[in-house]
């Protein structure tokens, strides 16, 4: 989970200096929500392909993973965001309690720390007192000096949501042909696992070329190692269910 905040946090950081994506501070939710969705779902819907377990079961599976699975993610989402903002919170309180019962012990550490920054004779001593005359500017201080703690502006009831809905909008498009499989001009049904791998190909296309930009890699690489990973998934999937199959269905 932290792996992944890192990486949530790396695709923020720059959307939220990029001009046409400013101050969408959920878009790292979005992509990898997106990844994760069109993945499992796809999984899914391979792994029924395999047991040849017909389009109804297939819709059923796909639809309840997307639902539980979501949700979830989103549910683990709020409690990560949360339990940041919380340990945040935590450390800021201690350092009001010591500020009001170890001043002199704070004041020296902030004269530390701006003297390790070059601050020297009268000029440190005024910033030091500058600081220290404040308690709201003081706390804010050690704790992005001291324990190099900054509150996050994301909200955990946000991010949820963004991840889930990310989650149920990009891992429905396995699931696209078969929920049109009754709509006789499409001429679907002959070929409905072909085009579920068509379509999820291009959606992890579009989300993994999103991610890379994000991250400021290369995008081809990042197109290829989403899809890669996305087909891997399918085809492990795939051959399980038509080995469990062969093992349980006579």
């Known amino acids: 989970m932290q792996k992944r905040a890192e990486k949530i946090a790396e695709v923020n950081n720059h959307f939220g200096k990029d001009w046409f994506f400013r101050g969408k501070e959920y878009v790292g939710e979005f992509v990898y929500g997106g990844i994760d969705g069109a993945i499992t779902t796809f999984a899914i819907v391979a792994g029924a392909e395999g047991a040849n377990l017909g389009i109804t079961?297939?819709?059923?599976l796909g639809l309840t993973n997307l639902i539980a699975d979501g949700f979830s993610m989103s549910v683990g989402?709020?409690?990560?965001v949360k339990s940041e903002r919380d340990n945040f919170e935590?450390?800021?309180?201690?350092?009001?309690?010591?500020?009001?019962n170890l001043r002199d012990q704070e004041i020296d550490e902030i004269r530390e720390i701006y003297k390790d920054?070059?601050?020297?004779?009268?000029?440190?001593e005024d910033v030091v007192k500058v600081i220290t005359s404040d308690k709201k500017v003081?706390?804010?201080?050690?704790?992005k000096e001291e324990l190099e703690m900054v509150k996050g502006s994301k909200t955990p009831y946000k991010t949820a949501a963004v991840t889930f809905f990310s989650f149920i909008i990009v891992g429905s498009v396995p699931l696209l042909s078969y929920f049109f499989t009754g709509v006789d001009f499409l001429k679907l049904e002959s070929s409905l696992f072909l085009n579920s791998c068509i379509l999820t190909a291009i959606a992890l296309s579009i989300v993994g070329g999103f991610k890379s930009y994000a991250t400021q890699k290369n995008i081809l690489k990042g197109i290829l190692e989403t899809v890669f990973l996305g087909g891997s998934a399918a085809i492990i999937a795939f051959y399980a269910g038509t080995l469990l199959e062969s093992l349980f269905v006579s």
């Open 57 to 60: 079961v297939v819709v059923i």
């Open 138 to 143: 003081w706390v804010d201080t050690m704790m």
């Open 77 to 80: 989402n709020f409690f990560s």
């Open 90 to 100: 935590k450390h800021k309180q201690i350092e009001y309690w010591e500020i009001d």
């Open 117 to 124: 920054k070059g601050f020297s004779g009268k000029l440190l």
